[in-house]
């Protein structure tokens, strides 16, 4: 597999220094990617990235995943308008462990093979380096001019800019790219890559390489994702899309991609799958055919969730969907865990009832009349009922004088009131 062709297809190539593509041909490289360690979890913003190394791995190369602890304590300025907080050691080797996790279901870091992946940690040669150390060794073979004329230095300096740049940022680019010099020394590392905002601090990497070691090191950037509207991608209302169940769960991840639009669709299942060129064109073919049945979605939601979830996760994902939009059962309503119910049910109508009265036993017809405005009269849910159109759980209601109590409850907390086809209601006994 041809790495640099295979990127070029789906779409993941911004700029590539020239002999790159030579390089790779010639023999296995390794190649790193730099991740921000902020959080303990990686958002879908770094899933770009992960990819890369991802192919790069399949192509039969080296991936070198760079957890940036030192980095991470400066910020980088790039597409950045002002500085970021500072976090603490423990804090960063929590945030490493956990991201490691995330890492291992998209990259082989155990095999034998010459080209199984690695994680490494900035912090790890960083943190013993005196500052009058680095300035000596590193910083006098970059001038403050050639630092100046990158983009991510220029932007922050600029007019518009009413921030300005602290020389901590201003460092930053001489540590990413004393980052490649390590790793090109100690790795044999020959590629970084990254977003296309990152080329800046790439190329100074290559030119330290250069300068310091007379030695050949090369660049690859992808181009920054963005939705087909405009928007920014991997944000909802509700903020970033994360890997992390704790954050995101499986149901809402499924959703996002379920849920993007058909241009936006073609584009990320090029990025964010390992589905080849001829799966791709036979899935656009039907979308083209028959676009209200959303082939490229489903398959692009599939082949995420499973790949960062599992497949456990996006089957129950997809029965969670059909509860809400298809013809569900009360046993799969059951199945539900409390934070996968309320995403689901997070835009219907919610009502707080008296768990007090609800133990005692209360109508049906009572308790969505008078205790929960389900219905405007009782004669209108009567009405209803006996044409079979309202359900509790998933189950029709035979007799509008059925005495509800808490043993309806799902989780010991909900009760779901289904009124004709598409009209949900919440019930939360407190």
Known sequence: MNFVEELRWRGMIADVMPG????????????????DPTADSLHIGHLVGVMMLKHFQRAGHRPI?????????IGDPSMKSAERNLLDEATLRHNQECIKKQLAKFLDFDSDTPNAAKLVNNYDWMKDYSFLNFIRDIGKHITVNYMMAKDSVKKRLSRESSVGMSFTEFSYQ????????????????????????????????????????????????????????????????????????????????YQFWLNVSDADAAKYIKIFTDLSQEEIAVLEAEQEVAPHL???????????????????????????????????THEALLKLDEDTLLAVFEGVPHFDISRDELAAG?????????????????????????????????????????????SSLLDDKYLLVQRGKKNYYLLIAK
């Open 65 to 73: 995943a760079l957890v940036g602890g030192a980095t991470g304590m």
């Open 20 to 35: 790159t593509e030579e390089q790779l041909q010639k023999e296995l490289t390794s190649a790193y990617v730099g991740i």
């Open 294 to 328: 959303r082939p490229l979605q489903k398959r692009l939601a599939k082949e995420v969730t499973v790949m960062v979830h599992s497949l456990e996760d996006y089957e129950a994902a997809v029965e969670a969907s059909n509860i809400l939009f298809g013809n569900s």
């Open 174 to 253: 001489l540590l990413q790219g004393y980052d490649y010099l390590y790793l090109y020394k100690h790795e044999g590392c020959r590629l970084q890559m990254g977003g296309t905002d990152q080329w800046g601090n790439i190329t100074t990497g290559t030119e330290l390489i250069r300068r310091t070691l007379g030695g050949e090191a090369y660049a690859l950037t992808c181009p920054l994702i963005t939705k087909a509207d405009g928007g920014k991608f991997g944000k909802t209302e509700s903020g970033n899309i994360w890997l992390d169940r704790r954050y995101t769960s499986p149901y809402k991840f």
């Open 362 to 406: 209360i109508k049906a017809v009572d308790l969505c009349t008078e205790k929960a405005a389900i219905f405007p009269s009782k004669g209108e849910m009567r009405k209803l009922v006996q044409s079979g159109g309202v359900s509790f759980n998933k189950e029709k209601l035979a007799e509008v004088d059925t005495v509800m109590d808490c």
